[in-house]
């Protein structure tokens, strides 16, 4: 579940795209009270299409259905989602040298 909580959104492919089923099993479609995407052509969202901690498709419950449909887990249904930040440009003695 950390894995998903950490992904970046805006790094993920936001769209649908179809295969042939064979791993519809490993699909898990969380539902939420709000995605935020990051994306501007599709800001919010409500469900996200995960399998393999790799994210399949965002939009609303119909989105994994290209992969017949998965599992809901609702889990954060009552929660809003955010793309995980992640620095990837840290010197590392500047880095250690930080004060949080």
Not at 1 to 17: E, H, T, V
Not at 40 to 68: E, Q
């Amino acid at each position: 579940m950390a894995d998903l909580i950490g992904m970046s959104l805006a790094q993920s492919p936001l769209k649908s795209f179809q295969t042939d089923g064979a791993d519809v099993p490993n699909t898990t479609v969380f539902a939420a009270k709000a995605i935020l995407t990051m994306d501007p052509n599709c800001p919010t969202a409500t469900h996200v299409a995960v399998r393999d901690g790799k994210i399949l498709a965002v939009g609303d419950r119909s989105c994994a259905d290209p992969w017949g449909g998965g599992k809901t887990d609702d889990r954060f249904g009552e929660a809003v989602i955010v793309p995980g930040l992640v620095e990837g440009h840290s010197h590392l003695m500047e880095g250690g040298l930080w004060r949080c």
